[in-house]
Structure formats: structure tokens, C-alpha cells
């Protein structure tokens, strides 16, 4: 028998409707917040991943999904969505077309790694971004929105780490006065880190290597280098979260893995995850666009696993009960019947009705045991006797009562 692809995983019609209850939630908070959804292809070319991630990621190093097609052009199925969605503003002139774009999305994503509880090689994200706000104001309302979601959900204990990277200038400080620490230290890191310290020493911070811990707990804060326009950026944001009784807890190690974060960086993260216990984060990335052939453009959202949520859903009794599978269930004593059921399951589904019919000529028995089994609220029976009159038996099944109805008048 073949198998799903390793770190692949098939949704089944038992668990789909916790799959539709996370989506709708998102649709249904996102557009409280005046965000629109979008929607790009599932892969893109090369370069949008690697001058967007960034060259020296694990993303674009070691994780990506990538082909030569026939055209020998070389394809990337998408590892995330933010460089793709500017991609897409870009092209499709959005940032013309008005003053500020509120975007959210939906769909899956794939990389390339070691598979473990609610990391897959195929996995799904929503996440939301804010486009062409410059200001503080437009961090604090991702984070919001984020935040709003995760209530929605039913998600109330989960930690929120947030740390700012500061401007340019702030963080081409800090990385002078990291890279000089980190170089004293070096022959005490691990050797990735002795890597990452030549091509991106902030990612340095991100290592959870237990070499690497003692090394970076002693590490410079960047929260000293901060210039004034970063330092009043930061302090704006977290007086908004703080009149909005949004939880934080400020985090100067906090990078997040991706090149492009500039200023506000967050994390969400819940202790029901164990050592992986991120479920979501992001951040302001100003740089983005014109590193995609784009105008300068600021810009600011997050993205949250879809896997992720599930498994936070279940371990706190918050996932939703199944769905009814249908609304009525017809019963036919004979297969000679089938014209009539299917002419009445016609009129039912068009008034929205769902229905199931049978379409194995079964014994009454097995059908009632079936309509039974998917907890389907009523029965109708269309049998000799009743036919006679034109009607049919409608059984309620919570109670077992039954009536007779005439055919016209169902």
C-alpha cells in the first residue's frame, strides 16, 4: 500500500469540522478588523523566498521545496506567506490603489524538516498583515487582532513575548556590540552558531542549542542600543496593549528567524506544545518591498499554525462538537422507491435542507440503523401503506415519535 509522504498528514471527515471552526473564526475576526482575504499561488519563483526570507535562513538554506520546471525556471512551493503576499501587492499595484491595506490569509505551506507535534512537512497557517502604516499603532493592532483570535477561539492562557529590533541604525549598533561579544565567546558556541555569528549574529539569539544558552543569557540587550525614534516606536506599542489589558512580557532576546523584522517583534506561545511551544508571532518588516523590486513600503503582521491551534484546542477541551451529518435521512422500504426519495430530497436540499438518501437498496433495518449512527435528527419512511395515501412517515429520532404526512405538504 502506498503511504502519505512523510510529514504529510490527510484531514479526515471525523476532524474536518475543527479545520472549518479555526478558518471561520479567523474570517469572521478578521473582518471585525476591516481585513480582507487573499489569496496567492501555492508556489512562486525562487528569488521571491530568497532575497525576501533572506539568504542565510534556515528556511531558504535547508527547508525549501525546490524545483526546476520545464521551463527551467526554478520554483518554490511557498515555506511562508509574507514575502509571497508583497510579491503580490507589488504586482498587482495595491499600494496605489489604496491608502492602506488590511490583507488575511488562509492555506498551506511546506518545508522541509524534521517532523514532530505540530511541525509538518505540509502545514497551514492564518495570519493577517497591515500595509503602508509606518506607526506603532499599526503593530499594536496585529497584535490585537492576534490576541482577539486566540479569545475567540477559547485560547485565554497563552504567553505573549514581544521585543523590538529597533531601525536601521539601532540595530547596525547592536550588531557591532553583539558580534564583539559573541566573538570573545566564540569557542564556547556550537558550531552553527560560529556559523550564523559570520552571516547573521542576530540569529545567534535564536539558538535554543544548550551550548549557545549560557553564551547568549550574558549576551549585550538591545533594548540599550535603541535610538529615540525606536525606543518612542516601542513604548507606543506596549501602551496601547497595556489599555487594552492585552498580557506581554518583554523579551530582549526575542528575534524571531526571518531577515526582514525590523522594530516590533512578538511570539505566542502555550505550555501545552511542550519544548516547541510557539504557536504563532511576527512583526514590522519596512524593508520587505524594496527588497522585492518595490517601492519603500512599511508594513507589519504574523502568522499563526494551524496544527498548532488544534493541538491548544484539544488539550484545553475547546474543539468543537462533530456536526450533524445530515438534517433527515429518507428510508425507503423498497428500491423501487428511489424516484420518489430522490424527487423529495430535491425539494428539501433546495430550501437548504441537508439529505441523505440510500443508494444500496438496504433492509429498512440497516438504513434506520445507519440514520441512527450519524445522529441524523429525523427519519423520513417511505412505505407501502402510506404511498397509498400519497404520504409518508416522518419519525423524529430524539424521541421516536412519527407522524404521517402527506407527500405535498412536506
Known sequence: MIQAIRGTKDILPDTISHWYYVEETARKVSELFGYKEIRTPIFE???????????????????????????????????????????AVIQNSLVQQQAISRLWYFGAFFRYERPQKGRLRQFHQF?????????????????HLAATFCKALGIQDYLLLINTLGNENSRSEYRKVLVDYLSANKNHLSSESKNRLETNPLRVLDSKDEQDREVISNAPNILDCLDEE??????????????????????????????Y????????????????????????????????????????????GVERLL?????????????????????????????????????FRLSGKRVICDVQRRSMK??????????????????EEELKQNAVVLKNMSDGSQQIIEIDKL
Open 45 to 87: 519563483k525562487t528569488e521571491v523566498f530568497a532575497r525576501g526570507v533572506g539568504e542565510q535562513t534556515d528556511i531558504v538554506n535547508k527547508e525549501m521545496y525546490t524545483f526546476t520546471d520545464r521551463g527551467g525556471d526554478s520554483i518554490t512551493l511557498r515555506p511562508e506567506m509574507t514575502a509571497a503576499l508583497v510579491r
Open 127 to 143: 495570519g493577517a498583515e497591515c500595509i503602508s502604516s509606518p506607526y506603532p499603532e499599526s503593530d499594536a493592532e496585529i497584535i
Open 230 to 259: 525606536s525606543r518612542q516606536h516601542f513604548q507606543k506599542v506596549l501602551e496601547i496593549l497595556d489599555y487594552l489589558n492585552i498580557p506581554y512580557k518583554i523579551n530582549s532576546r526575542l528575534v524571531r528567524g526571518l531577515d
Open 261 to 304: 523584522y525590523s522594530h516590533t517583534v512578538f511570539e505566542l506561545q502555550h505550555n501545552s506544545l511542550g519544548a516547541q511551544d510557539s504557536f504563532g508571532g511576527g512583526g514590522r518588516y519596512n524593508s520587505l518591498f524594496s527588497q522585492l523590486g518595490g517601492k519603500d513600503t512599511p508594513a507589519v503582521g504574523f502568522a499563526m
Open 311 to 347: 493541538l491548544i484546542l484539544e488539550s484545553i477541551g475547546k474543539l468543537p462538537a462533530p456536526d450533524v451529518f445530515a438534517d433527515y435521512y429518507i428510508v425507503s422500504a423498497n428500491s423501487d422507491y428511489s424516484n420518489i426519495a430522490f424527487k423529495i430530497a430535491e425539494k
Open 366 to 383: 440497516a438504513q434506520m440503523r445507519e440514520a441512527g449512527k450519524l445522529n441524523i435528527p429525523y427519519v423520513i419512511i417511505i412505505a
